[in-house]
């Protein structure tokens, strides 16, 4: 182990994949309390962020989570529950 960069993987072995769509609605299920009326989009990528998701990734996430939840987005900034 070089001391300077961290362990190295060596060896990675992909046992399982999960289908994209699958994927989503699993964390879509796990963020779903988190989620509030008028909530700014930045706080919502913040949250995807914490659960591991790629910064580059979260932003594609956050669209598919507002179409998934029938949320609005009118200022591009809040996104509101659609009534």
Known sequence: MDSRTGPILTDLEIKETLPEQEFLKQVVTSIKKQISDGMEVTALKNI????????????????????????????????????
Not at 51 to 66: D, F, K, N, R
């Open 48 to 83: 995807l962020i914490h659960y591991g998701i790629a910064p580059s990734y979260a932003e594609t996430l956050v669209c598919w989570v507002v179409t998934y939840l029938n949320l609005t987005c009118p200022d591009r900034v809040h996104i509101y529950y659609a009534n």
